[in-house]
């Protein structure tokens, strides 16, 4: 187990309805990344969030918005929800130096929410 | 552009039968990470391995070891001595990590079927 917890583990939604996926980070880590996997393919990052704000982004559009507290936990806001929206979303954590080395793709993930928009 | 292809969608072989799984990765950066990652069928993804552009050494751990050649432009993944807990969705990933972005682009996967 990594320590990276996600709640809800699945849950069913509309078009157009509004949700939102939480995230626990690895005690110790001040860094989390959200990813969205659709079915059959790998991976591909939405954004991620270092001293709570945003820290990067891939190409998702506006409506796909995230938090992160200052316990480092986050959640990630999709709006105006779409069929292409189903995935499995997940949530890695990692700890970003602010001086020297850099420890990149250290990430530790969790098990990710399916999400199911109907 | 970045990019990661993996070629091979599925892979089924036979218990204790060595196994590779083909990565080929586009860049224009000349500073970059490659890593691999597992997927079993719980959801996470484990982090199996991580290799910087300037370390061409190729690496073994146990059963597993990597192949690093930029000439290819390639990292391959292979496993000795299959076992069934092996069998598992296999991910390439590329990232040019500038500082402040650890975006990680993957490929899609391969499957890796273990048969008893």
Redesign the interface.
Known sequence: ETGVTQSPTHLIKTRGQQVTLRCSSQSGHNTVSWYQQALGQGPQFIFQYYREEENGRGNFPPRFSGLQFPNYSSELNVNALELDDSALYLCASSFYRTSGSRQTGELFFGEGSRLTVL | AQK?TQAQTEISVVEKEDVTLDCVYETRDTTY?L?W?KQPP??????LI?RNSFDEQNEISGRYSWNFQKSTSSFNFTITASQVVDSAVY?C?L?E?R???????????TRLHILP
Do not use: C, H, N, T
Request: charged share 25%; no cysteine; aromatic share 24%.
């Open positions: 990661v990470y890593f990652y719980s959801g996470e993804l484990v982090f991580r991910f990933a990232s990590a500082l402040g972005d650890d975006k990680i682009i993957f490929g899609k996967g």
